[in-house]
């Protein structure tokens, strides 16, 4: 990671800290860098936690939703710690292993199908035809697409700040993407929250 380990927390930081280690097991990963800007680390934690545990799309296409922002943006942190949730919430593994290649995954469920069409233009064309707008407002209805814009937008967010403090892959991972030139890993893993 760009960015030395955090020796110590201020109180509100070990606050944050303490909040984020008891919903999500640990403080790791991104988390450590917004850390240095507790207010909005504590929005962002909040933010993530809808977007992934209460969004109005089903489990399955919120780690999809993930992935696709993961992948648009060559987050490999995020897809390592997601590719296997949404292939147990059913997403097809060999569909993922096409998305990772960046080849067309052909998901066999419609929805699944139709958020990755919907997801790909806004993040590509920075705008959703007509026609994948209606598709998507009858499949996800008005809350679904207004979770499902704002779930990329902090998927996205987390995939910039991933690569930009080139935040170190999990010990047991390795770069999912076979086509970056980017970061892969660099230095030790941090793993667990540092010293209150």
């Given at each position: ?80 710690a997601h590719v296997d949730k949404a292939a147990d919430a059913g997403v097809d593994r060999a569909a993922l292993e096409r998305l990772a290649r ?10 699944e199908q139709l958020l990755y069409q919907f997801a790909t233009e806004v993040l590509t064309e920075h705008f959703v035809r007509d026609e994948t ?64």
């Amino acid at each position: 990671m760009r960015l030395k380990p955090l020796e110590t927390l201020s109180p509100r930081q070990a606050e944050i800290s303490d909040r984020i280690t008891s919903r999500r097991g640990g403080t790791r990963g991104p988390f450590l860098v917004w850390l240095r800007s507790p207010e909005l680390c504590e929005r962002v934690e909040a933010l993530g936690a809808f977007c992934r545990f209460e969004s109005a799309l089903p489990l399955r296409l919120r780690e999809l939703s993930l992935l696709i922002a993961a992948r648009h943006f060559d987050a490999q942190y995020s897809w390592n710690a997601h590719v296997d949730k949404a292939a147990d919430a059913g997403v097809d593994r060999a569909a993922l292993e096409r998305l990772a290649r960046r080849e067309d995954p052909a998901f066999t469920a419609p929805d699944e199908q139709l958020l990755y069409q919907f997801a790909t233009e806004v993040l590509t064309e920075h705008f959703v035809r007509d026609e994948t707008f209606a598709a998507g407002l009858a499949a996800f209805g008005e809350q679904g697409l207004v979770d499902l814009i704002g779930s990329l937008g902090n998927f996205s967010m987390l995939a910039m700040l991933l690569n930009t403090f080139q935040v170190d892959l999990q010990k047991d991972r390795t770069s999912p993407f076979p086509d970056i030139s980017g970061f892969t890993r660099v230095g030790p893993v941090s793993n667990g929250a540092p010293s209150a």
